[in-house]
Nanobody, 126 residues
Framework: VQLQASGGGLVQAGDNLRLSCAAS????????MAWFRQSPGKEREFVAA????????AFDRSVKGRFNVSRDSAKNIMFLQMNSLKPEDTGKYYC????????????????????WGQGTLVTVSS
């Protein structure tokens, strides 16, 4: 397993949760990384992304101001801090990596990523 997401669970609306994505060194280095989520009956959607330097990040408008994405290069881990969770944030959260990037930008399209983890389930009750 090269990308492993964890930290999901059942929480109440208004709670906070932090997801982690552990990556192998080969994937983590010089890779743009992102979080996507998928709810039942819906397509996978972009949540947040971070460039390989960790300087630039992008967020979907639905989570901007509530979620934050970061990465720890020493530990090869990417985080998604989710605050003020809402029931509509419910879904399976996937982390993704794009290796071989030549620009330090956060890519927001699923098709840009060539490595995917298995996902971690987040359920927010009202």
């Amino acid at each position: 397993v090269q990308l492993q997401a964890s930290g999901g669970g059942l929480v109440q609306a208004g709670d906070n949760l932090r997801l982690s994505c552990a990556a192998s060194g080969r994937i983590f280095d010089k890779s743009a990384m992102a979080w996507f989520r998928q709810s039942p009956g819906k397509e996978r959607e972009f949540v947040a992304a971070i460039g390989w330097e960790g300087t630039f990040a992008a967020f979907d408008r639905s989570v901007k101001g509530r979620f934050n994405v970061s990465r720890d290069s020493a530990k090869n881990i990417m985080f998604l801090q989710m605050n003020s969770l809402k029931p509509e944030d419910t879904g399976k959260y996937y982390c993704a990596a794009q290796t071989g990037v030549v620009v330090d930008v956060p890519f927001t399209r699923a098709g840009d990523y060539n490595h995917w983890g298995q996902g971690t389930l987040v359920t927010v009750s009202s």
